[in-house]
């Protein structure tokens, strides 16, 4: 029995859709699914692991998520048999940033046998942008990413999760090759009709921006902290776990691919 948590997610639904082809057992849980699991609430730990032998581990993506909660739901998981772990962190943590890496410390500590899945930006991410004129992030004039796939993601996920020889190994993942932020808005532009235009827009502008819309001091200070590394060339590393382990390349960029 596997257990796929975040079931409802961007890579849950399709880690979910992946093993039920497989004819794989498994428990979908998530907060608005059928079978209710949430972090705040210990309460829903128990009766989702009860069976389980492996876990797909999707956390929040919130900077102030504590990663003992990880531990915590990981020491019940252990004591009822839960055998592995295959958790969904991103490529944050392997430059050291805090809220990435404190769950990959937890999940390494836990004691159940374990794999990383490190992906960089997702390709989807990118669609929001449809209808909208201008893309303004304080990245510089021309920076880099490798946008993946969920899809790619989430057969990575299947894969690992089914297969043999994963514990201990961390796998960083990313698209087949870097893009500047003018070459992404100008693939969204054509494939959607509308034009979009980047503009690297001084960070203090941003920050003043943001903080006017509501967003909180943590949550600026993680996305400031994501636009250095990708000023710095983080996220425009190509990775060859997409590869490794499906024995192809990952899927091109596009926002206009159908759903997995």
Do not use: C
Not at 2 to 27: K, S
């Amino acid at each position: 029995m596997i257990l796929v948590l975040g079931a409802t997610g961007r890579t849950g639904r399709l880690v979910v859709a992946g093993l039920r082809d497989r004819g794989v057992p498994l428990r979908a849980a998530s907060r608005s699914a059928s079978v209710r699991f949430e972090w705040d609430d210990a309460r829903t730990w128990g009766s989702v692991v009860e069976g389980v032998s492996v876990i797909y581990l999707v956390t929040p993506e919130d900077p102030v998520f504590p990663a003992g909660l990880v531990a915590s739901f990981l020491a019940v998981a252990r004591a009822a048999g839960v055998r592995r772990v295959v958790l969904l962190s991103g490529l944050s943590a392997g430059y050291g940033s805090v809220p990435m890496a404190s769950r990959e410390t937890a999940v390494r500590e836990a004691g159940p046998a374990w794999t990383i899945l490190r992906p960089g930006a997702f390709q989807q991410n990118f669609a929001t942008l449809a209808g909208k004129e201008e893309l303004r992030l304080p990245l510089g004039p021309e920076p880099y990413t490798a946008p993946i796939d969920v899809a790619d993601i989430a057969e990575v996920a299947v894969a690992v999760l089914t297969g043999a020889g994963h514990e201990g190994r961390i796998y960083p993942l990313a698209g087949p090759r870097a893009l500047s932020y003018p070459e992404l808005v100008a693939i969204v532009s054509r494939e959607t009709g509308r034009t979009v235009v980047y503009v690297d827009e001084p960070v203090e502008r941003w920050t003043e921006r943001t903080k006017a819309a509501g967003a909180s001091e943590a949550a600026m200070n993680w996305s400031l902290e994501t636009f250095d590394a990708i000023r710095r060339g983080e996220y425009a590393r190509l990775h060859d776990g997409v590869q490794r382990i499906l024995g192809r390349p990952p899927r091109e960029f596009t926002v206009l691919r159908p759903p997995a």
